[in-house]
């Protein structure tokens, strides 16, 4: 059998819309699933054979360490992290609050960072393995009004999986990030409600991305800043 349908995939928050999503269709393909809350685990989550759930700060590195330390002596190996964590603040840089500006920084880059840095360990060794970050198509355009602040946390995040994958070169394991422009997900309609939905992208388009990514076929592509508009 494939080590990619053996070993689990930590999905880092697993508590949000898209994390969910990807969770649930990981599950149908018979993947062996590690999800990580932010605080607590949801009431409604079933309970599944091949899904083990975990509350970590993933902007902790000493957390996130010891989790995913525990996570192979428990269950054998990973084989692949997502990092679907993440917050927006919409502000101009004049009244944007310095607190806004740290939890972006904490939410959209530290995250990806302790989960890359502590994945490394486990999935070098073995030659293969995936990781997957979220990051935002206006990074790839720049100059968004009242976005400063998320787009450099962003951005921070795009500047490490560059290096990264070139760090990773030859390694087997490949690190790509997907970049789409506005999600459609409850909160963002009960946000924008007079927003065009049919202009955004949809969870089953993003999940079927990285599955592609999460594949053996997925090794061809390695420091890829994805962008991804509507269907």
Not at 79 to 91: D, I, K, P, T
């Amino acid at each position: 059998m494939s080590v990619f349908a053996v070993n689990g995939i930590v999905v880092g928050g697993a508590g949000g819309a898209l994390g969910r999503s990807l969770v649930q269709q990981l599950l149908v393909a018979d993947r062996r699933v590690h999800a990580i809350y932010r605080q607590h685990v949801p009431s409604d989550v079933p309970q599944h054979p091949r899904l083990s759930q975990h509350c970590c700060d993933l902007s902790d590195g000493n957390a996130v360490r010891e989790l995913l330390d525990h996570l192979v002596t428990q269950h054998g190996g990973i084989e692949a992290v997502v990092n679907a964590a993440g917050a927006f603040v919409w502000a101009k840089t004049a009244t944007c609050a310095d607190t806004d500006v740290d939890l972006l920084l904490a939410a959209n880059f530290k995250t990806a960072f302790c989960l890359t840095k502590y994945a490394l360990p486990h999935l070098c060794p073995r030659q293969h393995g995936r990781i997957v970050l979220i990051s935002a198509a206006a990074t790839l355009r720049g100059g968004e009004v009242g976005m400063g602040a998320y787009l450099a946390s962003k951005s921070a995040l795009n500047a490490l999986l560059l290096s990264t994958a070139a760090e990773l070169q030859g390694s087997g394991v490949t690190i790509n990030a997907i970049c789409p422009t506005i999600i459609d997900t409850p909160r963002n309609r009960h946000d924008m409600p007079q927003a065009d939905f049919s202009t955004w992208v949809s969870m089953a388009r993003l999940v079927r991305i990285i599955a592609l990514l999460l594949s053996p076929q997925g090794g061809d592509i390695n420091g890829a800043l994805m962008p991804v508009a509507q269907d």
